[in-house]
């Protein structure tokens, strides 16, 4: 079970809902949302039996050995600013890891965190824009990540790409609820004080894909070999392909080439 002690410290402003199981934070916390929830309200979940990553896949959520948590924004945006909020979340999370761990922890663009060239964390953002407006209504900003390894290992399809924040260890949910309040004072701070630009040096600076060959994976399904030049001031990866020709991609995903 959560230690809320632990997971709010001294964040009065901070409502904390926790859950045994749901079937996406995401979508509770966004049914939450339509229903008027506060800003700085989290949903918590043990469990996750249809927890959803980017490009409508799913993600994995085993019982007991991850964070799975999804946080209402609200505040003045559009909804072209709301798309820093992935690079935000990122950015805490990755802080968040490497205060803990002490050892360093990457980025791969758009929203995935790795740790010893393994994911161990993946960060989904949505939200309702205002009838008639480009006003954002809400935001949600889900954060799955993987704090143990699951009993039995992870599933085969994702074993070679999949790791965890810890090794197996007997106070497991100890660390789970210390990185969520870990996460969430970063997280907090960094939506208080918007300042963009440092978010995006640091998000620059943690990237793993800059400098590198990646495979672009596009939404129609399509894929184009490239080398990743630089991540623009609008969060966008800017890369060349083997024609020469470059792009600045807002969607899709990469895969870095070995």
Same mark, same amino acid.
């Given at each position: ?22 079937? =996406?934070?995401?979508? &509770? ?5 339509? !229903? ?12 996750? =039996? ?7 896949? @799913? *993600? ?38 490497? =205060? ?53 290992? *992870? ?10 924040? *810890? ?8 660390? !789970?609820?210390? %990185?969520?309040?870990?996460? /969430?004072?970063?997280?907090? *701070?960094? /939506?208080? !004080?918007?300042?963009?630009? /440092?978010? %995006? ?13 990646? &495979? ?6 399509? =894929? ?12 966008? %990866? ?7 020709? &470059?792009?600045? %991609?807002?969607?899709?995903?990469? @895969?870095?080439? /070995?």
């Amino acid at each position: 079970m959560f230690d809320l002690s632990v997971i709010q410290k001294n964040r009065r402003d901070v409502c904390v809902l926790t859950y045994d199981t749901l079937a =996406s934070t995401n979508a &509770t916390a966004r049914e939450l949302a339509a !229903r008027g929830a506060q800003d700085k309200t989290v949903v918590l979940s043990e469990h996750q =039996s249809a927890g959803r990553g980017r490009m409508s896949r @799913s *993600f994995f959520s085993p019982d007991g050995t991850g964070i799975y948590m999804s946080v209402i924004v609200r505040r003045p945006m559009t909804a072209h600013n709301a798309t820093c909020l992935t690079t935000l979340a990122a950015v805490a999370t990755a802080q968040a890891i490497e =205060s803990m761990i002490h050892r360093p922890v990457d980025i791969k663009w758009v929203n995935d965190i790795y740790l010893n060239e393994k994911k161990v964390c993946g960060i989904l953002c949505e939200g309702a824009v205002e009838p008639g407006t480009s006003r954002m209504q809400y935001a949600v900003i889900g954060i799955g990540v993987n704090v143990t390894p699951p009993m039995g290992g *992870f599933p085969e399809e994702i074993q070679k790409i999949a790791g965890a924040v *810890f090794d197996a260890v007997e106070d497991a949910n100890s660390l !789970r609820d210390c %990185l969520i309040g870990e996460i /969430l004072d970063r997280l907090i *701070f960094l /939506l208080g !004080r918007r300042d963009q630009p /440092l978010c %995006l040096a640091e998000y620059r600076r943690r990237s793993m894909v800059i400098g590198r060959d990646v &495979t672009v994976h596009r939404v129609d399904g399509t =894929s184009r070999a490239a080398r990743a030049l630089e991540i623009d001031d609008e969060y966008r %990866l800017v890369v060349q392909y083997e024609s020469g020709e &470059t792009a600045a %991609l807002d969607g899709g995903e990469v @895969s870095v080439r /070995l």
